[in-house]
Nanobody
Framework: QVRLVESGGGLVQAGGSLRLSCAAS????????MSWFRQAPGKEREFVAG????????KYEDSVKGRFTISRDNNKNTVYLQMNSLKPEDTAVYYC?????????????WGQGTQVTVSS
């Protein structure tokens, strides 16, 4: 059974940090590009960060560049999102996803999401 399980969300003050984790099971993580998306209340789900199969290519949404860092450990079947200098506008449900390619992304699997709330 394919599963992506996010953890590490929570409530943090503006300027603080959180580290999200996404644990994969039921498939070989190293064969997929991985991304983080987020969805704020009343808004569309949006791309946040992506990483290629071997971590050679990273992509970030403009508003998180310099603050967020995506990484992966294929041996641990886990993807991470380090979020620093958090802002209230980062408040959203964060989802990890496995996909075909970081360049031409097609989602294969979604996680269930983890809530991140940043207070001002």
């Amino acid at each position: 059974q394919v599963r992506l399980v996010e953890s590490g969300g929570g409530l943090v003050q503006a300027g603080g940090s959180l580290r999200l984790s996404c644990a994969a099971s039921g498939f070989t993580l190293s064969t997929y590009a991985m991304s983080w998306f987020r969805q704020a209340p009343g808004k569309e789900r949006e791309f946040v960060a992506g990483i290629s199969r071997t971590a050679g290519t990273l992509k970030y949404e403009d508003s998180v560049k310099g603050r967020f860092t995506i990484s992966r450990d294929n041996n641990k079947n886990t993807v991470y999102l380090q979020m620093n200098s958090l802002k209230p506008e980062d408040t959203a449900v964060y989802y990890c996803a496995a996909g075909t390619s970081i360049v031409t992304w097609t989602t294969a699997y979604w996680g269930q999401g983890t809530q991140v709330t940043v207070s001002s």
